[in-house]
């Protein structure tokens, strides 16, 4: 019944023309299971519309076109595919890798660059025609691939300990590279400034960061020792950029392997507190106004949300939205949160001020949600 | 001639049905002189229609709804109009006072807000209906009004030297009273996260700020004595809130009666810099990325721009755009920035990475541009 009901509610959707749609508080979310995206609207806290057959969705995450009409998903099959959230329809789709581990898009809109485990590198496409303008093998799976300003890209090489700068802002590419950032990178995240790149290290106690702004970038080994006394555990786990949160003058990182959130001064990248959560966190998320900071947790503590207050650093609100909260998403201005509950079929919207619950939106095995308003970010 | 030519290109706009018009890369563009409002595409560097018939426009300004499709206007003759930038039209206009400065909208897009030096006070509409939902008198002309998160609008009275802050988030309008803020504040600013709020004083020689995360915030005077020695003038002039810039870990201001532009730690709020420039600067403006800072500069030196590199805190760049430069407005991400040029009465377009201009667009007296990312901004 639920499909039946769901199928109808997208063919009225395409049945009503685009007419006078705007595109600025839009959203689309991931429904893994089906190989499916729901376009919903954030201002009607509504679905609008479903987008199907775009293969293997599980780990899939999208960004946008500057204009927020177009979407580029990444699926784990490597599959890359153009959708079109006016038209609720794919405009193009093509299998660039074996196995992909998501990408990006450059300042300028014009190139999308997808990261690869099988074959290791990354390709980037033209945002128009998704034809491929550059290939660039690595020898190595590649993570933490963001965009950064003047269309460049930045990724790193889990094999080779290196980070590749890719300039796209002349007629032929120039590529530098940067050796020293340690043992075996598994993932990066990129300040939203686009200044600072930190990669976690799977062997070595430490994480690496790079001052973009540099003409020569030199990596510096930040946040020693984290694992000391600790049987070794891997260091940090960064699920997802979104993993990391800059709250006020500090980035909140989830510590993986222990159930507490690190908080970490954001000038000169020092730790400056802990917190003790509920459990192992996945995300640690802040609003967009940086006051709270919402985490959600590993299996199978992962039916709970807490909040964090920034100022005090302690946990302020404990909440069980229900079985496996997989994501979050702010409005661009902090108002409400969507949370994706995987297994139980819906997304939830909540006020941020009264942590009131607004609405329940059906969806199938939801997981990333992704608003339209990340086409005005860098290094998502 | 000009004037048929561009009235052509509306009709034309007017003519063609508003079909999967996506609105995350429109502007808006003041004119100034003729009232009106040029309809911008960032993406294809194009105006694609005007809207007309705003009434007096002279230091106008605008904000956005969260969806991106409509703007509000705020004109100096108390006209408070509503425009659909996808039907290229006026939904609704209201005469709300006799002389207005400047407005805001709520981070939930229900309320918008305007400030009135005639009568004095603060009168909040209806987004939707812009039927008036409350009326603050004051007594006193009111400045500096923002939105900051939860429902809630900051402004300050000149007369009584008082910060209000009004709640709308609950049934009945919560309004608290900060005394103290010091002698005729006469602008003010709030920081992108909605925290701190900062007021200019003619009458004193320092400025005021509140920590807005604070349960009963208190009046900080800032940068004490920077007038010293140089004959009393008053001591910042911050013609609008977008005068003021976060660069990297710094605001930088522009500073008024001296040729200069301070560099003032965001943390703390102490002083860390002084960078001379060729005039009295009007907009000190970072681009989005923090790494350059842009600036244009009063009469008689007002075809000029300067661009500052924020870590050096060197001019790098000058250079003529042309007679009369308003005001700049960066694409989200920073790629590109355009500038008013009255005199020329043109819209011109540059690469903020090569500094080549991309292209010229022609408009009557252009002053204020305004792109719809702000929507998902705080405090513009």
């Known amino acids: 019944m639920k499909r039946v009901f769901l199928g109808a509610v997208a063919a009225m959707a395409l049945a009503i023309p685009a007419t006078a749609q705007p595109t600025g508080d839009l959203g689309l979310i991931v429904e893994r299971a089906s190989g499916s995206l729901l376009v919903v609207d954030q201002s009607d806290r509504a679905k609008i519309g479903r987008i ?5 969705l599980s780990h899939a995450s999208l960004v946008y076109s500057p204009d927020e009409r177009f979407a580029y998903v990444f699926g784990r099959d490597g599959g890359l595919t153009k959708v079109d959230i006016l038209e609720q329809s794919i405009v193009n789709r093509v299998m660039q890798a074996g196995n992909s581990i998501g990408g990006a898009i450059s300042d300028d809109g014009r190139f999308v660059a997808v990261s690869n485990y099988e074959p290791g590198g990354v390709r980037i496409f033209d945002a128009e025609t998704l034809e491929m303008v550059l290939d ?3 020898q190595s799976k590649t993570i933490g691939l963001v965009d950064i300003p003047g269309t460049k890209f930045v990724f790193s090489l889990w094999d080779a300990g290196e980070t590749w700068i890719v300039d796209l802002s002349a007629e032929t590419a120039e590529i530098t590279k940067i050796e020293g950032m340690g043992t075996n990178p598994y993932d990066a995240l990129v ?10 290290l799977f062997g070595d106690d430490h994480l690496t960061a790079l001052d973009l702004w540099q003409e020569t970038p030199e990596p510096m080994p930040i946040l020693p020792g984290y694992a000391e006394g600790r049987e070794g555990l891997p260091v940090y786990k960064m699920p997802h950029l979104e993993g ?10 989830p510590a993986v392997g222990q159930h507490e959130v690190l908080w970490v001064d954001a ?3 020092t730790e400056t507190g802990r917190t003790q959560t509920h459990g192992q966190p996945v995300f640690a998320m802040a609003r967009p106004d940086g006051r709270h900071v919402w985490v959600n947790f590993a299996h199978p503590l992962n039916d709970t949300i807490q909040v964090i207050d920034t100022v005090t ?3 302020i609100h404990e909440f069980k939205p229900g079985p496996g909260v997989l994501h979050m998403e702010f409005t661009p201005r902090g108002r409400e949160v969507w949370l994706s509950v995987r297994d139980a079929g819906k997304v939830m919207i909540y006020d941020t001020q009264t942590f009131e619950k607004l609405r329940e939106i059906d969806a199938e095995s939801p997981s990333g949600i992704f608003f339209t308003a990340r086409a005005h970010r860098t290094g998502l």
Do not use: C, H, M, N
């Not at 199907?52 to 293997?56: A, E, I, S």
């Not at 990391?244 to 990182?253: D, H, K, Q």
């Open 191 to 200: 300040t939203g400034d686009g200044r600072t790149y930190i990669t976690g």
């Open 313 to 315: 650093k302690q946990v």
């Open 244 to 253: 990391w949160a800059l709250a006020g003058s500090e980035f909140v990182l």
């Open 267 to 269: 000038r000169d990248l």
């Open 52 to 56: 199907t057959g775009l293969g293997d």
């Open 136 to 138: 660039i093998p690595t």
